[in-house]
Nanobody, 123 residues
Framework: QVQLVESGGGLVQAGGSLRLSCAAS????????MGWFRQAPGKEREFVAA????????HYAAPVKGRFTISRDNAKDTVYLQMNSLKPEDTAVYSC????????????????WGQGTQVTVSS
């Protein structure tokens, strides 16, 4: 089992920045690919970003590319999502996920998920 706990959400003005964290516990964190998804009210959950177990490969959804950066610190069992130039349309609950298979992280079918953290961007 892997337990995931997100933090760092909050209220920010458009153009501002936030850094989300996802702390993992349980099995060997460094073996897992990790990702972030978000879900806005009335919308389906959507992929945001993913990172390989080593951190050497990253992948972003088109709406956030160039503004968001995913990273990980395997010594701290934590993955981060640095969000810059935030827009009101980025408002959502952000959740992290983990799986041994990277394709499942991107597809949203990962074995492990956190509870999510709310990000609200005001205009």
């Amino acid at each position: 089992q892997v337990q995931l706990v997100e933090s760092g959400g909050g209220l920010v003005q458009a153009g501002g920045s936030l850094r989300l964290s996802c702390a993992a516990s349980g099995r060997t964190f460094s073996s897992y690919a990790m990702g972030w998804f978000r879900q806005a009210p009335g919308k389906e959950r959507e992929f945001v970003a993913a990172i390989s177990w080593s951190g050497g490969s990253t992948h972003y959804a088109a709406p956030v590319k160039g503004r968001f950066t995913i990273s990980r610190d395997n010594a701290k069992d934590t993955v981060y999502l640095q969000m810059n130039s935030l827009k009101p349309e980025d408002t959502a609950v952000y959740s992290c996920n983990a799986d041994l298979q990277p394709q499942r992280v991107v597809a949203g079918t990962a074995d492990y998920w956190g509870q999510g953290t709310q990000v609200t961007v005001s205009s």
